[in-house]
């Protein structure tokens, strides 16, 4: 066919026709371009502008001005007047001033505070209460049958074993004999059985999701994996014995003696042995988390913050979801899913006192609710719940377990409790939020204590980046990374089994190695470099941190030498610690070399730019915007506290201190225990003024901490190998501290008034401690110990339910005048177990006190103190306690109220959602 052209007119209209097209194109492509958005969205946009208007109109009604800014365009401008980016203007929605403080409550409860922070919660206008966002969104490849859908962004959240979008990526976590050298992937060589090794060494089946040891599956009580050809995810055929680092071989296959272990290998595979025998004559430790039983086969409910909302079944730390629930807490829902009761009120009733989130539940019509909100960060399950999972025994890296018969178990001997106590309180909070649009604070739940010990150290995974140079708060820091030797440093030699063991039992550093096998390198790197790479994470997959610089922010970091090692980046955040040291050139301190965080660590590779950089160069803590909180232990702790119920006794005792003193590690507490000790005992300080220092008791006493706290007027407070717990005890028995730490805060002294209730000694004058007490007068004394009383419970943690029930029961014994409580029940029911201290053994006393050296009475006078006991009418015994007349609150005015009243008093400058200025 021949073609056809146009004539010259034709081809004019045509072009002409072709320009309109052209320019009306264009002109629909600018429409779309600009409003486009809107209207694919249009639905989505409509119910986040129709809650944040919901919110906003609730917080003009407070009679505050908030500025136009409920969603924000380009035409918004500030409640100043002024203009501002278009980008945070859509981001923000500005709250009303905070309310002034309410004088009643200044009177009633807010004794020896320091500024204008108390009051001003309770006097506050509540907000609307509106309904929890729900999700919709679908994963790739239903997060592989492993993982739980986040049907609010569409991402998966992995159990340990598994990573990646979808969970679909193999994490596997060898049992390691070593830690590699080099490299990416974790040490998987064959085991050599004449070496000891990491905590998880295995020379038998190692279930590799988590780095646990079994027994093989050739024998009778051995572990069967899963069938390959199922799902991944499906639970083993058979469980089988676990073979803990206690439990290991101690001879080789020709039956020559080995330093793996120094267990019988008959005992582990003979006829009647543990993984033979159905009642083996040798048994070993049960340590897992969720097992239990004689033979460590019975399924235990394992502990999950929240207990995953009663929604979900909990493994080891890690929440399963049930189908319609999602989050790191199974507290979020889909469209599809109503609120319901979960399995605490079904067939789990242990579950009951562990499982409150308030804020999974749609609210009433017309319902408020207080202000601060807090969004809970969901992060990747690395930074948190695998923590859990990788742990070596149930008992570290919490703050309770269940035991055989799912009796809860309180773990006081774990100094940082507060890490998975503190994340559980929020998660149960009113103040949490799951909208993060209306959040005026961020919480970063970080488990950076539990990979520090016992995670980094007991395999060669995790493994975060920052590469083979980073030691344990160095990897903290990067938030991971295996450990190198440091510069300079020796090399160090292999240790025996029977070295390890007993190094990891007293979990005391030994001084002339570290604590574990094989481990050549520092650990606040590790640290560093995992809150770093936290960062990125959450920078990348949320809008918030930009929002407000980060300031809006919080991180909880519980090591020893608190956020000293916390990367520059987090430094914007407002960070919870127990140490308050305020020097701004500081060095570590630490008598344990691998957690020198200011020991530089480089490699060529790695991390040419070196660790002690990415600290910058900020003091630890930061009075303007930090927080010394105190650390968390359970009421049972306190039974023996006048303040709770117990007997008062007479001080007769001057001042008083029990505690490690570790004279071969020199730096470690800066050597203030060590020198005190010898000058002490050189002198005759007991003999001529009672006034005792050492890791014993003082001779002719009772044996017993909390009594001794208790018989004494002054109580010594001395760092450790950083934040030590000596303060809080003193206060909790009513026994005034004597802070002995140059540059180092404490609990609340920001916003508590701790000069009107405790005593400092600089460290240049610590030998004339007994000139220096002495000289106190008696009147002093008194209003020193008025005070405490305004303010011991602010240093106790007791907002979650069975703490609650604790402090109730143990004031009920007044009524019925009782002398004592039982140490080993939580909650006054069977359900409620508890364990001791460690260093602090026993339960822990506490009264108000009379003179220094021969004061009677607990009232703060000499004269009878006692008080009567018994009949229906409440007597107290010691002005420490609470008053008794009317109904008793524990959560009122705890350590965690406290924290949320100080944090509603900073809205205005530190909020999310603060009033322009």
């Not at 006192?353 to 399950?381: C, F, M, N, Q, W």
């Not at 049972?636 to 117990?646: E, F, I, M, Q, T």
Request: hydrophobic share 30%; with cysteine.
């Amino acid at each position: 066919m021949a073609v056809r052209f146009r004539s010259g007119a034709g081809a004019a209209r045509s072009r002409q026709v072709g320009t309109l097209l052209v320019a009306a194109l264009l002109l629909t492509g600018l429409l779309l371009y600009k409003y486009g958005t809107t209207i694919a969205t249009g639905s989505i946009s409509g119910q986040v502008e129709q809650r944040q208007q919901s919110l906003l109109s609730s917080l003009r009604a407070q009679g505050g001005g908030t500025g136009d800014q409920s969603g924000g365009s380009d035409s918004s401008s500030s409640s100043s007047g002024g203009s501002s980016d278009p980008k945070e203007e859509f981001w923000r929605i500005v709250g009303s001033p905070i309310a002034q403080p309410d004088p009643a409550i200044l009177a009633e409860r807010c004794g020896a505070t320091r500024g204008d922070w108390c009051g001003r919660y309770d006097a506050q206008t509540p907000v609307l209460a509106l309904p929890p966002p729900r999700g919709d969104r679908s994963c790739l490849w239903g997060c592989n049958f492993v993982g739980v859908c986040d049907a609010t962004r569409g991402w998966c959240r992995c159990p340990a074993g598994w990573t990646g979008d979808d969970c679909s990526t193999r994490m596997r976590r060898p049992c390691s004999q070593h830690h590699r050298s080099h490299g990416f992937e974790p040490y998987d060589e064959p085991y050599d059985l004449r070496h000891g090794g990491t905590t998880m060494a295995c020379a038998d089946l190692c279930d590799e999701d988590v780095g646990m040891c079994y027994c093989n599956s050739t024998f009778a009580h051995g572990r069967i994996p899963a069938d390959p050809h199922l799902p991944p995810g499906t639970p083993p055929q058979r469980v089988g014995r676990p073979i803990a680092h206690f439990c290991r071989r101690g001879k080789d296959d020709a039956g020559s003696p080995t330093d793996f272990g120094n267990v019988d290998p008959d005992l582990l595979y003979g006829e009647k042995g543990w993984c033979q025998a159905d009642q083996p004559q040798w048994s070993c430790p049960c340590l897992i988390d969720g097992l239990g039983g004689p033979g460590c086969e019975s399924p235990v409910e394992p502990f999950c913050p929240n207990q995953c909302n009663g929604h979900g079944e909990c493994h080891s730390g890690w929440c399963r979801c049930h189908d319609g629930w999602f989050g790191q807490d199974c507290a979020y829902r889909t469209n599809t899913t109503e609120w319901s009761p979960g399995m605490e009120d079904g067939d789990r009733p242990w579950l009951k006192p562990h499982v409150r989130t308030p804020a999974a539940k749609d609210p009433e019509p017309g319902a408020t609710r207080k202000r601060p909100l807090i969004y809970v960060y969901e992060l990747p399950s690395m930074y948190n719940s695998n923590m859990l999972q990788y742990r070596v025994s149930r008992d570290d890296c919490v703050y309770r377990t269940f035991s055989d018969t799912n009796q809860t178990m309180f773990h006081d001997n774990w100094l940082y409790d507060i890490e998975t106590g503190l994340h559980e309180m929020l998660l149960q909070s009113e103040h949490r939020t799951l909208d993060p649009e209306l959040a005026d604070y961020f919480y970063l739940p970080v488990y950076t204590t539990c990979f520090i010990f016992p995670v980094l150290a007991s395999n060669d995974f995790p493994y975060f980046h920052g590469g083979p140079v980073a030691w344990r708060t160095h990897a903290a820091t990067n938030m991971g990374g295996p450990v190198a030797q440091p510069r300079g440093a020796r090399l160090l030699p292999k240790l025996s089994f029977n070295t390890f063991t007993n190094v990891q039992r007293s979990r005391t550093p030994c001084p002339r190695a570290p604590r574990f096998v094989n481990v050549p390198a520092t650990l606040p790197a590790f640290g560093a470099c995992r809150l770093i790479e936290v960062f990125h994470w959450v920078r990348s997959h949320y809008p918030y941190w930009d929002r407000n610089g980060g300031r809006d922010h919080i991180l909880l970091s519980a090591h020893d030498e608190g956020s000293c090692w916390v990367p520059a980046v987090l430094r914007p955040a407002i960070i919870l610690s127990h140490w308050g040291r305020t020097d701004l050139d500081h060095i570590s301190g630490t008598g344990y070399w691998p957690d020198n965080y200011t020991a530089d660590s480089r490699h060529d590779v790695w991390q040419p730019e070196g660790h002690v950089g990415k600290l910058g160069r900020f003091p630890c803590y930061n009075a303007s915007k930090d927080m010394v909180i105190p650390p968390m232990f359970s009421p049972v702790k306190y039974r023996d506290s006048p303040a709770l119920g117990a007997e008062p006794r007479k001080r007769h005792i001057l001042a008083f201190f029990k505690g490690r003193l570790q004279f071969l590690n020199s730096p470690y507490s800066r050597g203030i225990r060590q020198h005190l000790t010898n000058y002490s005992v050189e002198h005759d300080w007991w003999g001529k003024h009672k006034i005792f220092i050492g890791d014993s008791f003082p001779p002719g006493e009772t044996p017993g901490y909390s009594r001794l706290l208790t018989s004494s007027t002054f109580c010594f407070t001395i760092m450790g190998d950083g934040w030590s717990s000596r303060f809080e005890d003193g206060l909790m028995h009513g026994c005034i501290p004597v802070i002995i730490q140059d540059g180092v805060e404490l609990a609340w002294s920001s916003i508590l008034d701790v000069v009107s209730y405790s005593i400092r000694i600089e460290q240049k004058d610590m030998d004339r401690i007994p000139e220096i007490l002495k000289a106190v007068p008696q009147d002093r004394i008194a209003q020193m110990q008025a005070n405490i009383a305004k303010v011991w419970r602010r240093h106790m943690w007791t907002t979650l339910p069975l703490f609650q029930q604790d402090v109730s029961n143990m004031l009920k014994r007044l009524d019925a005048g009782e002398a004592d409580l039982d140490p080993g029940v939580a909650g006054g029911q069977a359900e409620g177990l508890a364990q001791g201290s460690t260093e602090n053994s026993g339960g822990q006393d506490g009264q108000e006190g009379g003179g220094q050296e021969g004061g009677e009475g607990g009232d703060g006078a000499k004269g009878k103190g006692k008080g009567k006991k018994g009949g229906k009418q409440r007597q107290r015994i010691s002005k420490l306690q609470p008053a008794l007349e009317g109904p008793y609150n524990p959560a009122e005015d705890d350590a965690f109220s406290t924290l949320i009243q100080w944090l509603y008093s900073r809205l205005d400058d530190l909020g999310a959602h603060a009033p322009s200025k």
